[in-house]
């Protein structure tokens, strides 16, 4: 795999970290690395494959001195960082949802749709982290049944909003433990101890933004625009591990044992289900793993079509870093970098 310039922003965050380790992990095959965050980090040092690298600010110039740019900040981060530095020359892959709907950003979860990457217009999106684990399931389900219906109920760690949502939680459940009182900061809730239906804001339709970024997303990714999908999203008192209950209704009926084999055979799936001996997914089982585990594979009871499973996966890992750096992998091997292609503006 050819080398390639590499700056992060958001270095600091919870993905940024988490991005840092799996680049060396993995080998990322960067020729120079530039970590940015906001003003109260700069000048922190950090260090990736036994080098210290100095936090600094994003700027225009950094950006012309990079072939990528992994932006996992904020929304507003995106918004305002995407557009400079593709016009600098950098291929952003970004992990907000910003640009994951828009019609010129491919979104990509590569086990499903890499060659979408091939029409880039030079920023890549990576889903949200509860869509993903649900594309790699439902992806192989859907090439052999095509899968007609899908409702999805998730289980999401603190982690997936953040830093400071996973203070908070730790924050709370010690102040509780020395009997004081605690107040919702950063989440709409108290969660220690607790879980709320509400990610993201509420729509008029009574579903939450969250929630439709799931239909929209996995949509999108799936290549299936009109597939009927309905979320609840919750958050859970879990630090690391967004879980889903699914319930999939596929074109005819589907075997137990068809779906554990094609899930079995799938890359970035493992199947853990053996309930007998109380073997399921679990987000403890999930933190620090590539794999997104799927178990508790049965036939849904309620209709003749269907098939209801568990999954749990790392929100951080496959859910966002590993995610973005596959992307990256995939970008190198097909030769889409953007230098090589030209620096272009950005028209929304
Ligand atoms: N957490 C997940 O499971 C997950 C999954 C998929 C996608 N995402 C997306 O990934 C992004 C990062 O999430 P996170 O959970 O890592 O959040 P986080 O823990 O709050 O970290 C945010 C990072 O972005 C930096 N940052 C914020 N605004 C910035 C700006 N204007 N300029 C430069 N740096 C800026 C912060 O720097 P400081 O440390 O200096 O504040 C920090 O490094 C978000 O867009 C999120 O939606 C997250």
Redesign the pocket.
């Known amino acids: 795999m050819e080398g390639c310039r590499v700056a992060v ?9 988490v991005f840092l380790r799996i680049a060396e992990e993995r080998k990322f095959p960067y020729t120079a690395l530039r970590l ?6 700069w000048g922190k040092r950090l260090l990736v494959n036994g080098q210290e690298h100095i ?1 600094e ?2 700027t225009p110039e950094l950006f012309s001195q990079v072939d990528i740019a992994f ?8 918004r ?2 995407g557009p400079i530095a593709v016009q600098q020359g950098a291929l952003v892959i970004d ?3 910003t640009f994951r709907m828009d019609p010129n950003v491919p979104l990509v979860v590569p086990e499903v749709n890499a060659d979408d990457l091939d029409g880039h217009q030079g920023i890549i999106s ?4 509860s869509t993903t684990p649900l594309v790699m399931v439902l992806k192989p389900l859907n090439h052999l049944n095509p899968v007609r219906r899908v409702v999805v109920d998730t289980y999401q ?1 603190v ?6 949502a ?1 203070a908070e939680l730790l924050d709370q459940t010690r102040l509780l433990h020395e009997g004081r009182t605690v107040a919702a900061n950063d989440l709409p809730q108290r969660i220690a101890y607790n879980l709320f239906p509400h990610i993201d804001n509420f729509e008029d339709t009574g579903y939450t933004k969250e929630e439709m970024k799931m239909v929209g997303e996995t949509r999108k990714i799936l290549h299936l625009p009109d597939l009927p999908l309905s979320a609840t999203c919750v958050r859970v008192p879990v630090l690391v591990g ?1 879980s889903e209950a699914v319930h999939v209704e596929f074109e005819r009926p589907m075997a137990v044992a068809t779906v554990r084999e094609v899930l079995s055979e799938s890359i970035g799936i493992r199947v853990v289900d053996n309930p007998a001996s109380a073997l399921y997914p679990m987000p403890i089982e999930a933190e620090g793993i590539d794999d997104v585990l799927v178990g508790r594979i049965r036939k849904d009871l309620s209709h003749p079509n269907g098939i209801a499973l568990w999954l749990s996966s790392d ?2 890992r496959k ?2 870093a590993l995610n973005a750096i596959q992307i990256a992998e995939d970008v190198l091997k097909r030769g889409l970098l953007l230098r090589q292609r030209k620096a272009q503006s950005w028209r929304r």
């Open positions: 922003v958001g270095a600091t965050g919870a993905v940024g970290k940015c965050a906001t003003e109260r980090s936090v600010p994003a932006i996992s900040a904020s929304g507003k981060a995106s305002e960082y992990d907000s949802s990576i889903p949200n982290c760690s982690s997936g909003k953040g830093s400071k996973v967004h929100n951080l859910g966002a």
